[in-house]
C-alpha cells in the first residue's frame, strides 16, 4: 500500500460536537480534520440538569455529519474523496433512543418531533435512577445473576432503564416504539439505509456493554425477565434478535442517498459501529496489560484480555467485559469515572458566576468590551488555577474531595452518590479546591486500576487520550504520580476518530486484521509521565483519606 493511495474515513460522536478525520491508510496521516459542535445542544434545547435530564436530537447528529466529512474533504488532498475505502464511526454510550419500525427514531416523526421522551438520551442522563434499582432487584432475584457479565451492577446510565425511564415519561410514545437503538447502531442504519430492523447490524460494543447481551446466554436474557420489569418491553426485546457484531465486520455499503449528502463514493463498506472509548482505545494503543484512560467530561477506562479457556470469571463492580467489543478475539473491559473533565468545568463556572451576571451589568464599559473581558477571563482560568495549583505541596493538602459530581460510574456504579469536599478553613483558596479536585479526580482512577488488579485483570501501564490528557500536564502527573505508574499521551488530537478509521481500514480490507491496522496506523507515543516514587508515602496517606471519605458519604446515603 502506497502512501496518498488509499484513504479511510474515522467519524468520532463526543458529548457535544462531531468530529471527522480522513487518514491515510498506509501511513495514519490525517489528511482532513473537521469539528463542529451540535447546533440544539449547544444552546442546552432538551435538557434539565437539575432533573439530571440531558437530550440531544437526531438532527443535530445528521446535521454535523454533513459538514464535518464535508469540512474535512475540503481541507484533503484533491481528489481524496474518490480515495476512501470505508468509512467507520464511534458515539457516546449508552445513549439510546426509541425507534419506529423503518430505524427512524420517533422525534424525527412529525407527532413526536421535540419531545423529549422520543430524542436520544445521552450516557451522562441520569434520570432512570428508579428503573435501574428494579432492574437490579430483579436481575439478582433469580438463579441467574443477569448482571454478572456488567460488573453486577446495572447502570442508570445504560439501554434498558432508560429505555423504561422513556416509556414512564410518556405511554404515547411508549406505545408507537417498535425498538429502542443506540446512537452508534442508528449511524450505520442511516449511512446504509437499512430501514428494517432484522437487518440491523447490532454493535457487540454497545448491546454487551450496555443491553444485557452475553453469548453464554445466548443473546438477551429471556423475555420473562422483561416483562416482569414492564410488558412493553417484550416487543423491544423481540426486535433485538440474538446476534450482535464486532466492528471490523461492515454493516453493509454506504447509500446512494448519504454518498451524494457527504459528497464521496457510494457502495464502500461502512463498518459496524461502537463506543467511542472502545474504537478510541485501539487508536490510542490498547494491549493486555495497558489501559487507556479516556479523559474527556467523563473517563471511559478500557483494556483487554485473553479468551478463557474455561468459563468467563465476572469482574466486579465495572462497567462490563465483551468478546471482542474492543478488539476481536480478546475479552474487552470497561470501566470510568462518571465525571472528569466535568469536575473541572463545575470549578469553573462556579468561580465564574461573577463574570456571567455582574460584568454584563458593569457600568461604563462598552458591551463588546464587556464580551471581550468575559471570554478572556473564562479562557484563562483554569490555566492560572493549574499554576497555581502546581506551587502547592501535596504533603501539605489539607483538603480532601470526592469526584462523584455526577455519581458514581466504577468501580460499583451508583448515581445517586453525591460529591464531597472537607477541610476548608477561612484560609481556603480557589487553587488548593482545585488541586484537591485533581487529587480526586486522580484517586478515583486510581480505584480503578486497584479493582482490575484485585480481579485478575493485571494493569501494568496507563495510556492517557482525550481533552484533558493533552491539556493538563498537572493532572497527568497527579495521575501518574497517585496510581503509582507511567502514563503515555499520544502524539494525536483526534486519537478516538483515528480509532475509528482503523476499523474503517479492516472493515474495507485494506488490514487483514485490526491488530495489523492497530500496529500500522495507532498514534505514537508523545510524552510520557513517570511517578515520583519519593511522593508515594505521600499520596497513599491522601488516598486513604479519599475512600475513608467516601465509605462516610456512602454510609450516610445508606442510612437515609
Known amino acids: 500500500m502506497r502512501h496518498g493511495e488509499h484513504y479511510v474515513l474515522g467519524l ?284 474527556g467530561t467523563s473517563t471511559c477506562d478500557i483494556t483487554v484480555g485473553y479468551r478463557p479457556h474455561g468459563p468467563e470469571k465476572p469482574v466486579r463492580g465495572i462497567c462490563g467485559q465483551v468478546d471482542g467489543s474492543v478488539i476481536p478475539g480478546f475479552i474487552g473491559y470497561e470501566a470510568g469515572q462518571s465525571s472528569f473533565g466535568d469536575v473541572y468545568a463545575w470549578f469553573r463556572d462556579l468561580l465564574l458566576y461573577p463574570v456571567h451576571t455582574l460584568l454584563p451589568e458593569a457600568d461604563g464599559i462598552a458591551l463588546e468590551q464587556r464580551e471581550s473581558i468575559r471570554r478572556d477571563i473564562a479562557a484563562k482560568l483554569i490555566p492560572r488555577l493549574e499554576e497555581e495549583a502546581a506551587k502547592i505541596d501535596p504533603a501539605a493538602s489539607a483538603l480532601t474531595a470526592l469526584d462523584w459530581l455526577n455519581g458514581r460510574r466504577s468501580p460499583d456504579a451508583n448515581q445517586k452518590l453525591s460529591a464531597a469536599l472537607t477541610g476548608l478553613t477561612l484560609g481556603s483558596s480557589s487553587p488548593e479546591i482545585y488541586r484537591a479536585l485533581a487529587h480526586a479526580t486522580a484517586f478515583g482512577a486510581r480505584a480503578i486500576v486497584e479493582r482490575f488488579n484485585e480481579e485478575g485483570v493485571p494493569i501494568k501501564s496507563i495510556i492517557g487520550i482525550g481533552g484533558v490528557a493533552r491539556k493538563s500536564p498537572l493532572i497527568m502527573q497527579i495521575l501518574a504520580d497517585s496510581i503509582g505508574m507511567p502514563l503515555a499521551i499520544p502524539a494525536h488530537d483526534q486519537t478516538v476518530a483515528l480509532g475509528a478509521a482503523i476499523f474503517a481500514a479492516v472493515a474495507a480490507g485494506l488490514y487483514p486484521d485490526l491488530i495489523s491496522a492497530q500496529q500500522a496506523l495507532a498514534s505514537p507515543v508523545e510524552k510520557t509521565y513517570s511517578p515520583n516514587q519519593a511522593l508515594k508515602p505521600v499520596y497513599d496517606t491522601l488516598y486513604r483519606r479519599y475512600r475513608e471519605l467516601g465509605e462516610w458519604v456512602e454510609g450516610s446515603l445508606k442510612s437515609r
Request: glycine letters at 10%; charged letters at 20%; hydrophobic letters at 40%.
Open 12 to 295: 468520532d460522536y463526543g458529548s457535544d460536537s462531531c468530529r471527522a478525520v480522513l487518514v491515510d491508510a498506509a501511513t495514519g496521516e490525517e489528511v482532513g480534520v473537521s469539528v463542529m459542535p451540535y447546533p440544539r445542544w449547544t444552546q442546552g434545547l432538551y435538557c434539565d440538569p437539575a432533573r439530571n435530564q440531558f437530550r440531544q436530537h437526531p438532527q443535530d447528529y445528521q446535521d454535523t455529519l454533513i459538514g464535518t466529512v464535508r469540512q474535512a474533504l475540503a481541507r484533503a488532498p484533491a481528489g481524496a474523496a474518490d480515495k476512501i475505502r470505508g468509512i467507520a464511526l464511534d458515539t457516546t454510550g449508552s445513549t439510546p433512543c426509541l425507534v419506529d419500525e423503518h430505524c427512524t427514531p420517533l422525534s424525527l416523526t412529525p407527532h413526536f418531533a421535540d419531545n423529549p421522551a422520543a430524542l436520544f438520551i445521552l450516557w451522562k442522563d441520569h434520570s432512570a435512577v428508579a428503573e435501574a434499582a428494579l432492574l437490579n432487584e430483579a436481575a439478582h432475584a433469580g438463579a441467574t445473576d443477569w448482571t454478572q457479565f456488567v460488573g453486577g451492577i446495572y447502570s442508570a446510565e445504560w439501554f434498558w432503564a432508560k429505555t423504561m425511564r422513556a416509556f414512564k415519561e410518556d405511554a404515547t410514545v411508549a406505545e408507537a416504539a417498535a425498538s429502542t437503538i443506540e446512537h452508534c447502531d442508528w449511524m450505520t442504519a442511516l449511512l446504509t439505509g437499512t430501514h428494517d430492523l432484522a437487518a440491523l447490524k447490532r454493535s457487540r460494543c454497545a448491546m454487551g456493554h450496555k443491553a444485557l447481551w452475553h453469548r453464554t446466554f445466548g443473546g438477551y436474557p429471556p423475555a420473562s425477565f422483561f416483562v416482569g420489569l414492564d410488558s412493553r418491553l417484550e416487543k423491544i426485546r423481540a426486535s433485538l434478535g440474538t446476534q450482535t457484531y464486532t466492528s471490523d465486520q461492515s454493516a453493509g455499503p454506504l447509500c446512494e442517498q448519504w454518498a451524494d449528502l457527504l459528497g464521496i463514493q457510494a457502495g464502500i463498506p461502512v463498518a459496524v459501529g461502537a463506543y467511542d472509548a472502545h474504537m478510541g482505545a485501539v487508536g490510542g494503543g490498547v494491549g493486555i496489560g495497558r489501559l487507556v484512560r479516556v479523559m
